[in-house]
């Protein structure tokens, strides 16, 4: 079974789950807001995919982060940064244990087949 992090309010992530469902792929949701996420799980996710894929520089949340916390010079600090604001985490992410994706696009679409089968 795959494990969607994501926010209930994310358009992004509402597409995905619907795709799922469309996709009949089992899977549960994890929102990032309301359930949160461990440190454990976010040093996992920027060991497997690393931290430019994982960290949402583009969000409302990194644009009202102070500069002299924005360091994602190691992954300790990412998953430090990340641990505080959940909500820096590009959507959706799906973790199949091993295999971890980032995003909805195509390929991102493709990537999630394989984890299904």
Not at 13 to 42: F, N, Y
Not at 72 to 99: C, E, M, Y
């Amino acid at each position: 079974m795959i494990t969607v992090y994501g926010l209930k309010n994310c358009d992004t992530c509402r597409k995905a789950l619907a795709w799922l469902g469309e996709q009949k792929i089992a899977h549960r949701v994890v929102d990032l807001r309301a359930d949160g996420i461990s440190r454990e799980e976010i040093a996992r996710f920027v060991k497997t995919v690393g931290a430019e894929k994982l960290v949402n520089k583009a969000s409302t949340t990194w644009r009202g982060l102070p500069d002299e916390v924005k360091d994602v010079s190691t992954d300790a600090k990412v998953v430090d940064l990340l641990a505080a604001n959940p909500t820096l985490i590009k959507r959706p992410v799906f973790d199949a244990g091993k295999t971890v994706v980032v995003g909805f696009r195509d390929a991102e679409k493709a990537a999630v087949r394989a984890m299904a089968k």
